[in-house]
């Protein structure tokens, strides 16, 4: 998958569960400081990644999911290990 | 309309499942058609003759050995539990000891080994199958209190408080994740008839049963009938309480 659509597929999740506008979601926004998420709306974001892309994020991920860059590339991992099994 | 149990298929975890209250919690949810895995500490012949029992019922139960005091264990169980059964959807926490003293006959590690199997067993259990719950935005929790948390009993100071310590944890998780379609209950039991109950003098029994406006000690499946109640269909708008199931006993 391209990086950028990965990314913005990630921004509209993001969006949708903290109920802000895609545009909002800048790539270094702070998710707790700046965009106003707590650790409940953290779990829904790691769990809406989980059922679109069909993987599975460790709980223990949860803490590096800090920013959309971040998420994205904590679902860049994890894409990739169930990509290199499918081979 | 009458409302089915809606239990049938559920899968769910009981903690301290091979004797007295735990085993009759085991019985009564895997005749409501739930698969059940349960904890034993030491008595691997107790759970293993249980687990066969169920089987040869038609049911179906697993039993496993955990010391609820171990954190890493139980993350450990329930991911198998989960792999095993594909599912989890309740949890029960039974597991408890008791170390009876007066308190100025109670020593440190008789007051640290009732808080941790009791209520950090409840919180070591609870933690791990937490975000399995919040993620498929379902689940049930049910701990066993005891009126001892409710009321306090004399010679109990360690057991009454983590007790005590159970029910404000329910409170305050099913506040904490009501938003998430998880409920979180418990039943507080008076006298029942188990293991922990046949070191009691008969004098003490006698007295007891005096005592107890229903004239009788307790049955294991009194409990268990509560349970299967706080996690059916029925009980869907009933979270964060504490039912106590003691005969009357200590009606306030």
Request: proline residues 1%; neutral net charge.
């Given at each position: 998958m391209q990086p950028e659509v990965?990314?913005?597929e990630i921004r509209d999740i993001i969006a949708q569960v903290i109920e802000k506008e895609p545009e909002e979601v800048l790539p270094e926004a702070r998710f707790y400081e700046?965009?106003?998420?707590?650790?409940?709306?953290?779990?829904?974001?790691l769990a809406a990644i989980e059922k679109k892309y069909k993987i599975a994020i460790p709980e223990e991920k949860l803490a590096e999911l800090r920013t959309l860059k971040e998420t994205v590339a904590v679902a860049r991992q994890y894409l990739n290990e169930k990509e290199g099994q499918n081979v | 309309m009458i409302q089915e149990s809606g239990l049938k298929g559920k899968t769910a975890i009981v903690s301290g499942g091979s004797r007295?209250?735990?085993?009759?919690?085991?019985?009564?949810l895997c005749a409501c058609g739930v698969a059940v895995a349960f904890t034993y500490v030491k008595n691997g012949d107790q759970a293993q003759e249980l687990m066969e029992q169920i089987q040869a019922s038609g049911g179906r139960a697993a039993a496993f050995q955990l010391d609820v005091r171990d954190f890493l264990k139980a993350r450990e169980f329930v991911e198998?539990?989960?792999?095993?059964?594909?599912?989890?959807?309740?949890?029960?926490?039974?597991?408890?000891?008791t170390r009876d003293k007066a308190l100025m006959m109670m020593t440190g590690p008789d007051w640290l080994e009732v808080i941790d199997t009791n209520l950090n067993g409840t919180f070591n259990l609870t933690r791990n199958v937490i975000v399995g719950f919040l993620k498929q935005k379902?689940?049930?929790?049910?701990?066993?209190?005891?009126?001892?948390?409710?009321?306090?009993?004399?010679?109990?100071?360690?057991?009454?408080?983590?007790?005590a310590g159970?029910?404000?944890?329910?409170?305050?998780?099913a506040k904490e994740v009501a938003a998430?379609?998880?409920?979180?209950?418990?039943?507080?039991?008076g006298f029942i008839e188990t293991d922990m109950l046949s070191g009691l003098r008969q004098e003490y029994r006698d007295e007891i049963i005096k005592r107890v406006p229903l004239g009788r000690i307790g049955r294991p499946e009194d409990?268990?009938?509560?349970?299967?109640?706080?996690?059916?269909?029925?009980?869907?708008?009933?979270?964060?309480?504490?039912?106590?199931?003691?005969g009357g006993l200590f009606i306030q």
């Open positions: 990965l990314e913005k700046d965009l106003g998420v707590d650790s409940m709306m953290a779990l829904e974001i | 007295g209250i735990g085993r009759a919690i085991v019985k009564h198998k539990v989960k792999n095993d059964f594909g599912r989890l959807d309740i949890l029960v926490n039974n597991a408890g000891i379902s689940g049930d929790v049910v701990n066993i209190a005891s009126v001892s948390g409710v009321a306090g009993l004399a010679r109990q100071t360690n057991y009454s408080a983590a007790k159970i029910i404000g944890f329910t409170k305050a998780l998430y379609n998880i409920r979180v209950n418990a039943v507080a039991p409990v268990s009938g509560v349970v299967e109640f706080l996690l059916s269909q029925q009980a869907n708008f009933i979270t964060g309480q504490v039912i106590v199931c003691d």
